[in-house]
């Protein structure tokens, strides 16, 4: 049950003199700090952090905890997060002392199952990709997309006397922010291509824009309305004769895994986000894990190291790459992730990865059917993972905004859909319900949405009303920014 | 089928209320000829049970530090983690959310977040932090991007060797297709040199990129270093270890303007190196080029006292190729393991432990040292790690030999180094005891 | 200012110019009311520095509301003599009066008759209304 008193800040339950930890006595003989180091490198006092006892710390950090909604505990139908849940198993796994105890720096001989995974994982990402070959280093989606971006510069810089400089990166207006935010980290010109009317990306926009100079077209396929592209070939197709790549965004590979795959439409360049399609957790923002895999004639661009296996089956880090853009992220990856991405692949094999993607898109459609009479859909009846509805007209018509039936939701015990985003939506909600909620869960989802839309616009836009806090204020926070506890400012 | 609910009756019921015949018909947007018309060439699935005696297979077949002592570092560091950490990181509700975006449900990672910031900002002396990068190297690039916007000078910036040499490397990547150019200092005697630095910050640059304690162990003379950036109008960006700050300068003391460190130290495992945790801190004036969330306190429409994920636009969801940066899921799970942890050892817990590293690192550099094979090869005063150099230039059979006696002795710096070919970098965390160092030693003098 | 004396670019700047005792022409730049509107709760303002050029449709500054971005566009080409420092510590100016104290900058102008090419107060009302 949620404990309401507890709401103070740790500093404040702060007292002189407790300690959370005890170390044992130095059992070396002892020198003066300012022996060992000149005093000009000490400072005069410890920093000036909360002092607990650790039944405090337990006490506080758990009521903590119960202000969230998270996948154990709510339907969280997040739209492009993939909220699934998360396989207890995985994690018991990654923790096991020969995985999580393991240096980076230890010698190879001495990690030969650790890197029997990572070679694995590697291999299996390539087969679930239709592509070749496969970085685990970046450490989330948005590293793995500069990580592409990256490697794309270098194989323009090579063929610059074939292909010429390519400065641009085309990305559709639906896309995630990371991609133009990528593109411009990668020294990148970002430019949008727009969508057409069904939602899809208007070819003629994109012929238009797709000069000599686009290197890359960054595509998110399906895409973040929820639609599969059915002209992804021609979209590559036209990319390939103009002598650009095609970069597939994978944050929905929850929808067409075993189904189709982004090497056989014509990506040469992709990432994975394991922490959405292979069960992650999502750990309060992360960790996640962006994994690239890429073509054949990509590969040697990757950074380093590759896990491969020699001749006699040991496997080792190849770091004797000479094209490789070189590393983007200090040591081998987000490994505890890629452990458990692993563990989910083999848990469900080839078939039950499809039946992932399938029982994916079934719940999505099942969804949209339920809500589409009060809620439009803008985009189509059919959808694959996930879909966008519009509380455009419940706004003209009612003044109640998306916004408002998110809070509202969250009276019902549902954590709400990602709402204003895509951007190319007014009013959108986004709602990935994901495979592992129940025909019951969605039932009740669809019927506390409706009930919601029918309710006084008065009571939503002061929603939610049994959480603890409720509409915090935003512009307060952005104008005067409070970032830190000050003893002053908090008393 | 493992953790999906639907039965074959659900599935029918539900195609119904679609009004589709068939799943198949659901994917009728993916053209036929696209379609994979095999199964993927996966192996076949596991249950649990056989599963976990794979993974256990593969676990067992890894040499872990749960059985070799370690005395590797460089950037990953065997310190004791209290089972609070794992306690409290393992609870669903903050394992198994996600990034706060609706803060009613989201109360419990905001405030920690907060708290992770202000802990940050004592840890460093620093007026403001964000919510977590990805680790410090990427972290170490990022600062540099942001010295860039600050400064207006992206052509140039000087580097010390003395910072890990893997987050050169990020660093060099990341600019590769920029137009920057990166000076980076020699640190021959073990340190990076004020007047060499002075020298290559004459030509604008935008920051000054430096280690504290820097990758060999060593102190850098950071005041020095701090002054000389600060003449020349760059920046100073220093990378610092958390555990030192128990005892040394903070970075708000002698200058730095932006702070990053690999915060896996802060209560995560070395997990071969990931996922760990960039910390960032900066001066006040260059907050909206911070990268990165950022919690922020408010109240809500009854005057409660809350928190929201705050000054958003500088993020790439809203200002997109303009934003500081394209990080979005970051790595919140691992800031609330070092609020959790930070909160257990709290000034007297970190102050000691900063002490049992400094006094235990320095009595296995004396014990290393009493046989003249080995000698510590710089000059320099260090804090928990040092470089050893074998007089006889046998390094990897050292290393080779103590490690068949249960002992991760070092890291090789050849690898990086080539003028450190005969050299290791030693480790010594607050976990390793006394027996532990003295067997290190009679290990070392009695190699190969 | 009387907002009917003034005129409008399409990325709802206004400006208003006037002559100098020495004769140099300076345009005082501003936001609309209707773009304020749009914005709602205006958290940040950026905005440039004396002595710097600015040139006609191109950004001088941003404003920012919590979740979104607007770049300030300059009605003219020349050179920035005053900015309404007054902004950055407090935005209700700019809310609550767009057309008086809430003013952005005021620029020293190389080419007057740039102005003469924007809309007026009933072209930038029409145009408001037609985007609506």
Known sequence: MRNHRATQLVFELSRPGRRGVRWPECDVPREEPQRLVPQRHLASAPPPLPELTEPDVVRHYVNLSTQNMSVDTHTYPLGSCTMKYNPKRNDAWASLPGFAQVHPYQPEPSIQGLLQLLYELQEYLAEIGGLDAVSLQPAAGAQGELTALLMAAAWFRDRQKELGPRTKVLIPDSAHGTNPASAAMAGFQAVTVRSNARGLVDLEDLQAKLDDQVAVFMITNPNTLGLFEPQIKQIADLVHQRGGLLYLDGANMNAILGITRPGDFGADMMHFNPHKTFSGPHGAGGPGAGPIAVRRELAPYLPVPVVVRDAEGRYRLDYDRPQSIGQVRSFFGNVGVLIRAYAYIRTHGPEGLRRVSEDAVLNANYLLALVKHFLPVPFGDRCMHEFVATAQKLRQERGISAMDLAKRLLDFGFHAPTVYFPITVRESMMIEPTETESKESLDALAQVLFRITEEAPELLHEAPHSTWISRPDEVRAARNPVLKWTPQENG | ?448 | MNPEQLRFTDTHEWVHLETTAEGKTIATVGLTDHAVEQLNDLVYIQLPEVGQQVRRGESFGEVESVKAVSDLYSPVDGEVVEVNQKLTEDLDPLSQDPYGAGWLIKVQVNDPSQVEQLMDHQAYQKMCEEGM
């Open chain 2, 1 to 448: 089928m493992t953790y999906q609910q639907n039965t074959p009756e659900d599935r029918q019921a539900m195609l119904q209320t679609i009004g589709a015949a068939s799943i198949e018909e659901l994917f009728a947007q993916v053209p036929a000829p696209l379609r994979l018309n095999r199964p993927l060439n996966l192996p076949e699935p596991q249950g649990e049970m056989e599963l976990a005696a794979h993974m256990a297979q593969l676990a067992g077949r890894n040499q872990a530090m749960d059985r070799w002592v370690c005395f590797l570092g460089a950037g990953s560091y065997d310190h004791f983690v209290p089972a609070v950490v794992d306690y409290i990181a393992g609870r669903g509700e903050f394992y198994t959310s996600y990034t706060p975006y609706q803060p009613e449900v989201s109360q419990g990672n905001l405030q920690t977040f907060f708290e992770y910031q202000t802990m940050i900002t004592q840890l460093t002396g620093m007026d403001v932090s964000n919510a977590s990068l990805y680790d410090g190297g990427s972290a170490a690039a990022e600062a540099v991007l942001m010295s860039f916007t600050a400064t207006g000078r992206s052509h140039r910036v000087v580097v010390s060797r003395g910072v890990h040499p893997e987050y050169r490397r990020i660093l060099h990547t990341y600019l590769e297709n920029l137009e920057t150019e990166v000076v980076e200092l020699a640190c021959p005697d073990g340190t990076t040199d004020p007047e060499e630095a002075a020298q290559a910050l004459r030509e604008p640059s935008a920051c000054l990129l430096v280690q504290q304690p820097n990758f060999f162990g060593s102190l850098e003379e950071m005041e020095q270093l701090a002054q000389v950036a600060h003449e020349h109008g760059s920046l100073l960006v220093v990378v610092v270890d958390p555990i030192s700050l128990g005892l040394l300068k903070r970075p708000g003391q002698y200058g730095a303007d932006i702070v990053v460190a690999e915060g896996q130290s802060l209560g995560s495992p070395m997990s071969f190196g990931g996922p760990y945790l960039g910390v960032m801190a900066c001066r006040e004036e260059f907050l909206r080029r911070l990268p990165g969330r950022i919690a922020g306190q408010t109240v809500d429409r009854r005057g409660r006292r809350c928190w929201v994920l705050t000054l958003q636009t500088r993020e790439q969801h809203i200002r997109r190729e303009k934003a500081t940066s394209n990080i979005c899921t970051n790595q919140g799970l691992l800031a609330i393991r070092a609020a959790v942890y930070l909160s257990l050892l709290g000034p007297q817990g970190l102050w000691e432990q900063a002490e049992l590293c400094l006094q235990k690192a320095h009595y296995a550099a004396r014990r290393i040292t009493e046989h003249d094979r080995f000698r510590v090869r710089f000059d320099r005063p260090f804090f928990k790690e040092f470089v050893v150099q074998d007089r006889q230039g046998r390094v990897a059979q050292v290393l080779d030999y103590a490690w068949q006696q249960g002992i991760a002795a070092g890291v090789p710096l050849g690898r990086w180094f080539p003028e450190l070919e005969d050299c290791f970098l030693v480790a010594v965390t607050e976990k390793r005891t006394r027996e532990q160092i003295d067997r290190l030693a009679q290990v070392l003098h009695q190699a190969p």
